[in-house]
């Protein structure tokens, strides 16, 4: 007949299933791996000629770095999570470029550090590009100005107008530029558009357009052109004006009207 275990024996044999049962997988720390692989990330990124404070890069890059060696448990090799870093670059460099910018006074950042950022913000450009625009002129960077220009192009509210002082399509509806905050006056809207000579030529193509215009006292101007207050159809995503002839502009239109309704 089996000997019936003892309830010390029971526990004895309890105890190392319960050992395994709480031992659990170890994964590599990522954090502490980017302690030791920075100065590699960052020359692998090509980031290093920006000379960031190492506390800074380290906050800047744990995020997409963390992400870059995932959940492992074997330790990858430096190159293998920069080429992951890299496989999208655009994107790693616009999101480093918005950390810094978040980071870092703007007054403060260095000649390298201001370039970085005015090349690699695209889609923030929006909002960034007034604090770029205030310091790439004042340091005298017209080559900086030029490529803000190219990318607000791109990936900015462009314009119908583009603003006399600062050169960038930016000119917002209430005559305001966005970039360099300068206010245009309807007289600079409707020269900068050539607008009288748009509306003397709308008889050819849009004699009743032309007529509205004249009768309302207003119109409105689109990046295709003016168009009747009747016929407009506002769009979240398009910039237009709201111009106001003066009398004289409508005295001129109508006479041009009338010579040519009577013909």
Same mark, same amino acid.
């Given at each position: ?16 299933? +319960? ?9 590599? =720390?990522?954090?502490?791996?980017? =302690? ?11 980031? *290093? ?7 800074? /890069? ?5 995020? $997409?770095?963390? *992400? %870059? ?14 080429? +992951?870093?890299? %496989? ?7 999101? !480093? #470029? ?23 913000? @695209? ?5 960034? #590009? ?5 310091? #790439? @002129?004042? +340091?005298?960077?017209? =080559? ?12 900015? !509210?462009?314009?119908?107008?583009? &603003?006399?002082? &600062?050169?960038?399509? %930016? ?8 970039? &360099? ?10 020269? #900068?558009?050539? /607008?009288?000579?748009? !509306? ?5 193509? =849009?004699?009743?357009? !032309? ?17 009747? $207050? *009747? ?15 003066? *009398?004289?502009?409508?005295?001129? /239109? ?10």
């Amino acid at each position: 007949m089996p000997r019936k275990k003892n309830d010390e024996e029971e526990e004895e044999e309890e105890e190392p299933r +319960r050992e395994k049962k709480a031992k659990k997988e170890k994964y590599v =720390d990522a954090e502490k791996l980017l =302690d030791e692989y920075l100065e590699e990330v960052e020359v692998g990124l090509g980031i *290093s000629h920006l000379n960031l404070d190492k506390e800074l /890069l380290k906050e800047i890059l744990k995020e $997409p770095f963390i *992400s %870059a060696v995932g959940q492992v448990k074997s330790k990858p090799k430096a190159r293998t999570i920069i080429n +992951r870093l890299n %496989a999208s670059r655009d994107e790693m460099m616009e999101y !480093l #470029a918005v950390r810094i910018v978040r980071e870092v006074e703007i007054g403060k950042l260095t000649d390298d550090q201001l370039e970085f950022l005015v090349v690699n913000i @695209k889609k923030p450009i929006v909002d960034l #590009a007034p604090q770029l625009y205030a310091e #790439a @002129k004042k +340091r005298g960077r017209k =080559d900086l100005i030029d490529i803000l220009q190219y990318n607000w192009n791109l990936f900015g !509210l462009r314009s119908p107008v583009k &603003c006399p002082r &600062c050169g960038f399509e %930016a000119v917002m509806p209430d005559y305001s530029c966005r970039v &360099c905050g300068y206010s245009l006056s309807t007289r600079e809207i409707k020269e #900068a558009v050539n /607008l009288m000579s748009q !509306l003397e030529e709308m008889y050819s193509y =849009d004699p009743e357009g !032309l007529k509205e215009i004249i009768t309302s006292g207003y119109l409105i101007y689109l990046s295709t052109g003016p168009v009747p $207050p *009747s016929r407009f159809n506002p769009s979240n995503s398009e910039i237009f004006y709201e111009i106001t002839l003066t *009398s004289q502009e409508k005295a001129q /239109l109508n006479r041009l009207y009338n010579i040519h309704h009577q013909v």
